[in-house]
């Protein structure tokens, strides 16, 4: 093993341009620790927000960017069990944009075997915030109608997914025809372009899963049922939604923030049942496996990056060392 490895380094914040190549020396592990080698690591709106500053986790300059990440354990701390070298497994985690990283051992999901490496890594981060979101936070329940916004990204297509398995019927809001046919073969029953005039009319969803925010709202907002419930995932279209009480008063409705990684660890309970929704999940249906819109080399992270900032990805983009 050598003692270097290399990673991408946020020195000063800014524009994914900000990112630098960097040679990090590797650290001792705690106890409970495990070392694994990237093969893949996951690319997430959150990334952008934090290499410009803007995300609500700011860790101290310099850092290592990336919430997720698949790849092989190559050393583990004395003390843990379950896991051995060469298990192929999946995570959330901080630094993933790395050739290597530390992580707990309790962090880690197997890897399931016939998904790729960059599936595996596209996985976790998305999927657990449509769990939290659908099913803890939103008490999605079969039968009933999901509309998700943005339901080409990673979130929405994820939540596309989680929705139909759930026994919902969902339906997706996609700016193009390219997302719409990933939503569709996710499980959506009916895409709408949101550019059709009118399109909310045709629309009464019991739940919306929204990661967009900005000027969609008020429109979208019509298509939610009188006692339903609205999921505050995220901002990607950029302006923060400012909806007025008596909206909620006269349809009775609910507007229910989203933490994913927060509610994991603040609730032990949602963690529990997080962790094994996602086994299911990950067990379950090969038709869970994320969408990936494209794969780039550990380096050209920060062309990732603006594939994502500039709304170009269906599905997921992963980065790949080496
Ligand atoms: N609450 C949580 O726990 C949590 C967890 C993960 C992510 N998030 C947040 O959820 C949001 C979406 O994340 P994601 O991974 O799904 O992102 P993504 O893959 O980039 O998808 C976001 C979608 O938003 C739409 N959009 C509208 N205006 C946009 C704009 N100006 N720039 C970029 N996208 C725009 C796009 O769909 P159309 O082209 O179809 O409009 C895009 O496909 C982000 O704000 C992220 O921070 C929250």
Same mark, same amino acid.
């Given at each position: 093993m050598t003692e270097l490895y290399r990673a991408m380094l946020v020195r000063r914040l800014g524009s994914p341009e900000v990112l630098e190549l960097a040679e990090l020396p590797r650290q001792p592990l705690r106890p409970g620790e495990v070392r694994i080698a990237v093969r893949a690591a996951g690319v997430n709106f959150p990334d952008i927000l934090q290499v410009a500053g803007d995300y609500q986790h700011k860790p101290p300059l310099p850092f290592v960017p990336g919430f997720e990440a698949a790849g092989e354990i190559i050393e583990t701390a /004395?003390?843990?069990? *379950?896991w051995r070298t060469g298990d192929a497994v999946l995570l959330r985690t901080a /630094?993933?944009?790395?050739?290597e990283l530390v992580a707990p051992a309790a962090a880690l999901l197997p890897k399931p075997a016939g998904w790729s490496w960059a599936e595996a890594a596209g996985f976790p981060v998305c999927a657990s915030t449509a769990w939290i979101a659908l099913? %803890? =936070? *939103? =008490?999605l329940a079969r039968g009933e109608t999901l509309l998700v916004l943005g339901a080409g990204g990673g979130t929405g297509l994820a939540a596309v997914t989680l929705g139909a398995q759930t026994g919902a019927q969902v339906i997706a809001v996609a700016s193009s025809a390219e997302k719409r046919a990933a939503a569709q073969q996710a499980g959506a029953t009916l895409c709408i372009?949101?550019?059709?005039? *009118? %399109?909310? &009319?045709s629309v009464q969803a019991d739940v919306v899963f929204d990661p967009v925010g900005g000027e969609i709202f008020p429109t979208a907002w =019509?298509?939610? &049922?009188?006692g339903g419930r609205w999921l505050v995932v995220g901002f990607a279209g950029g302006g923060i939604p400012r909806p007025q009480a008596n909206r909620l008063l006269l349809k009775e409705a609910e507007l229910i923030g989203v933490r994913a990684g927060e509610q994991a660890r603040r609730v032990p309970a949602a963690a529990k049942a997080m962790d094994q929704g996602l086994r299911d999940w990950l067990v379950g249906s090969q038709g869970g496996r994320p969408l990936i819109a494209g794969i780039y080399r550990l380096e050209e992270a920060a062309a990732g990056l603006r594939q994502l900032a500039d709304r170009k990805a269906t599905g997921k983009l992963v980065l790949q060392p080496g």
């Open positions: /004395a003390d843990v069990t *379950g /630094a993933s944009y790395a050739e099913l %803890w =936070r *939103g =008490r372009d949101p550019a059709s005039k *009118g %399109w909310e &009319k =019509r298509a939610l &049922k009188p």
